[in-house]
């Protein structure tokens, strides 16, 4: 499951980045939803749930209350990601 994660993660950063240009340039803000169990281990934003209440603090690949922002729409499109912390 981890390199599934991963291998997602990997994609959605190669053809999102040029999207988040895109909207910046354009003055757009983009919108946003968090995704819980696809950060990598000390890739999670800031406030996630549990012993994780900063960004960069999970301890392991896709913790379950670990999240991440993506933008809307891609959660659950990721192998592992929800829109609601997992228990």
């Known amino acids: 499951m981890k390199v599934q994660t991963l291998a997602a993660l990997t994609l959605f950063a190669a053809f999102a980045a040029p999207a988040f240009a895109e909207d910046a340039a354009s003055g757009e ?24 209440s ?9 913790e379950a209350k670990a999240w991440m922002l993506v933008p809307a729409g891609l959660c659950e499109k990721i192998a592992g990601g929800s829109l609601e912390p997992k228990a």
């Open 54 to 62: 900063c960004a960069g603090t999970s301890a392991k690949d896709s």
């Open 29 to 52: 803000a983009a919108k946003t939803e968090k995704c819980y169990g696809v950060a990598a281990a000390g890739k999670n934003d800031c406030a996630s749930e549990g012993n994780n």
